[in-house]
C-alpha cells in the first residue's frame, strides 16, 4: 500500500503563498493519478486539483483555477501543489491522493475512486 505525506501547510497571510508537496513511499507512485482536495471545519471534502501519471495534463476547481498550479516530479516521486494570491477562504486541510482512474471531471473529483490518501496539512490564510 503506498503511503503519502503532505507538507508545507502553515499560516499565511492573503496574496500569500504557499507550496504543498505530496511525497510517496513506494515507485508504483509514479504510475498513479493524483488529486490534491481540502476539507474545512463543518464542509465536506472537496475537491482541488489533480495531475495524471504522464503529468501532461491538469485539472482544476473552478475556485482555484489560475491561482494554483499543479506538478510532479517522477524522480522524486512526488507531486507539488503551488497556491497564490492565497484568500481566507482557501483555509481547510489539505489532502493528496492517488487514483488509478483519469477523465473528466466526473472522474477526478469522486473522492471514492482514491484508494489511497495522506493524512493531511494545515493551511490556514488570514485577513
Known amino acids: 500500500q503506498v503511503e503519502l505525506v503532505e507538507s508545507g501547510g502553515g499560516l499565511v497571510q492573503a496574496g500569500g503563498s504557499l507550496r504543498l508537496s505530496c511525497a510517496a513511499s513506494?515507485?508504483?507512485?509514479?504510475?498513479?493519478?493524483v488529486g490534491w482536495f481540502r476539507q474545512a471545519p463543518g464542509k465536506e471534502r472537496e475537491f482541488v486539483a489533480a495531475?495524471?501519471?504522464?503529468?501532461?495534463?491538469?485539472s482544476y476547481a473552478d475556485s482555484v483555477e489560475g491561482r494554483f498550479a499543479l506538478s510532479r516530479d517522477i524522480a522524486k516521486n512526488t507531486v507539488c501543489l503551488q497556491m497564490n494570491s492565497l484568500k481566507p477562504e482557501d483555509t481547510a486541510v489539505y489532502y493528496c491522493?492517488?487514483?488509478?482512474?483519469?477523465?473528466?471531471?466526473?472522474?477526478?473529483?469522486?473522492?471514492?475512486?482514491?484508494?489511497?490518501w495522506g493524512q493531511g496539512t494545515q493551511v490556514t490564510v488570514s485577513s
Open positions: 491522493a492517488a487514483t488509478r482512474y483519469w477523465g473528466g471531471a466526473s472522474i477526478t473529483t469522486r473522492t471514492t475512486l482514491y484508494y489511497t
Open positions: 513506494e515507485r508504483t507512485f509514479s504510475s498513479s493519478n
Open positions: 495531475i495524471p501519471w504522464t503529468g501532461d495534463s491538469t
